[in-house]
């Protein structure tokens, strides 16, 4: 090593030296002492690096401004709010739905309270959980109960294990589906205890093809809702009120994981038909299974809905206790289908419901709005038009759906790694902005931009980030 560098080393200060540093002091009535040594220490470390690798020394302000720029970086928080401009309505790593006001307000009330969860008002005695949601769904849904866990995936996994466990559980070739992440239902079954039977094949099954199946093992009948496909062509299913007959005559339940599952017909707010919980009530499913933060637009949960009987043995099945919500998300959940029982004012409150119902022309003129501000911002380097797209709903909810958008096409300079650079730092702005990139283009979907104004002030810090 260089003599400059090792004297550079030995005048490192020490970490009580710097600790003492009027800027350094300050920065721990903030942080605290813990986080701030730990700055401290992180900072000298990489200081020490630098000088051995033949950098320069550091003086006392500089030193000072990276324990305060450490400080600030794990202050943070790693859960960012950002802008989910992805054209993607429900976007599963982007958290799904954006909760309605009620439900924030119910949430943060339950997180700051005590609350009769399970407690009876009336007479003071030990009352039941689901009792918050149980009234409230069968309104929306026509069914006879109703009993709520942690996502419709743990939804699946209960009625399985309590319906097919060590018995058969009957599927159609074509219904086995993966949703993304590590839920595919062969693996679900196999963990719930339940002996997968599939009958038919990929594109054809044939009501003989599930009554071949039955024997005195049969535990269920399973229909499940191909969310994020469609198999075209030459196909043929068994429908839901034919496949309930079906399973009556043999005696064991039907059981429809519709997914997404809406509680209003979608086709009033200029969508396309997707089946509603109420229609696969009515249509003789047993049990009805699915998401809460799909379209429905609450928090994460899964409901499970239908005959008393089988909801009261999935209640007592101790699995049960394992996939429980806890207080905050039920309070969502009721105040989000508490809006369900106002349909004129739904769209208006309901976040998912307004994001998919916005007309393209409405986006379009948001999006003529923005540009001068957004063309400011970016700078030279990067052209900025006005565009149509289509979004999407996301979720596996009509995936084959489109819906006209509108939006900013941003193009930088220079190509593909040019436009990488653009979408890291439009990832790194105080609120994260996150488009997606389609031929050479990042758009920016301005289908679910509702803060206007707090984008425009975002976006500004774009300058900044690039001059520095
Ligand atoms: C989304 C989905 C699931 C999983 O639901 P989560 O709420 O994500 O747990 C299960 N089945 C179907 C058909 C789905 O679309």
New binding site residues.
């Given amino acids: 090593m260089a003599d400059a560098a090792l004297s550079s080393l030995r005048k490192l200060p020490s970490v009580d030296q710097v600790l003492r540093y009027p800027a350094v002091e300050t920065a721990i009535g903030h942080h605290g002492r813990a986080e701030t040594t730990l700055a401290v220490r992180e900072t000298l470390a990489s200081l020490r690096d630098a000088l051995r690798a033949g950098g320069d020394a550091a003086d006392e302000s500089t030193i000072a401004a990276s324990v305060l720029s450490l400080l600030e970086a794990r202050r943070g928080s790693s859960l960012k709010s950002l802008f989910n401009l992805t054209g993607t309505v429900l976007h599963?790593n982007l958290g799904r739905a954006i909760l309605a006001e009620e439900a924030v307000e119910a949430a943060v009330a339950a997180m700051r309270n005590a609350v009769s969860l399970e407690f009876d008002l009336d007479d003071g005695r030990r009352g039941e959980r689901d009792d918050h949601v149980r009234a409230l769904v069968c309104e929306s849904t026509g069914a006879e109960d109703a009993t709520i866990v942690n996502?419709?995936?743990?939804?699946?996994l209960l009625v399985l294990n309590t319906l097919s466990q060590d018995k058969d559980a009957i599927v159609s070739r074509g219904e086995l589906?993966e949703?993304g992440g590590a839920?595919r239902m062969p693996e679900i079954m196999a963990r719930a205890g339940a002996r997968l039977v599939e009958v038919g094949t990929t594109n054809r099954t044939h009501a003989k093809d599930y009554r071949a199946a039955f024997s005195a093992q049969t535990g269920l009948v399973l229909k499940?809702?191909?969310?994020?496909y469609r198999i075209e062509g030459f196909t043929a299913e068994v429908d839901a009120p034919e496949l309930a007959r079906i399973a009556r005559e043999h005696g064991v339940p039907l059981v429809n994981?519709?997914?997404?599952g809406t509680l209003v017909d979608l086709s009033c707010y200029g969508l396309s038909k997707e089946p509603t919980v109420r229609e696969a009530v009515e249509e003789g499913a047993d049990l009805v299974?699915f998401?809460?933060?799909?379209l429905l637009g609450g928090p994460?949960?899964?409901f499970i809905v239908g005959r008393k009987d089988l909801i009261a043995a999935i209640n007592r099945n101790p699995m049960k206790r394992a996939l429980r919500v806890d207080k905050i998300r039920l309070a969502a959940c009721e105040a989000t289908l508490k809006l369900y029982r106002d349909p004129d004012r739904l769209a208006a409150r309901l976040p998912t419901l307004r994001f998919l119902a916005r007309p393209a022309e409405d986006i379009a003129r948001q999006a003529e709005r923005l540009a001068p501000a957004i063309t400011g911002a970016l700078g030279k380097g990067v052209s900025v038009e006005v565009t149509s797209c289509r979004s999407q709903i996301g979720?596996?909810?009509l995936p084959l759906e489109t819906i006209p958008s509108a939006g900013l096409s941003l193009t930088p300079e220079g190509g593909g790694k040019a436009l990488e650079l653009l979408s890291a730092a439009l990832r790194a702005l105080p609120r994260p902005v996150i488009g997606h990139v389609t031929g050479g283009a990042l758009v920016l979907d301005l289908r679910c931009l509702a803060d206007e104004e707090g984008f425009v002030e975002n976006i500004a810090a774009f300058q900044h980030g690039r001059s520095v």
């Fill in positions: 599963t996502n419709n995936a743990a939804a699946v589906i949703i839920f499940v809702h191909t969310s994020n994981d519709l997914g997404s299974t998401s809460g933060d799909k994460q949960a899964g979720s596996g909810a």
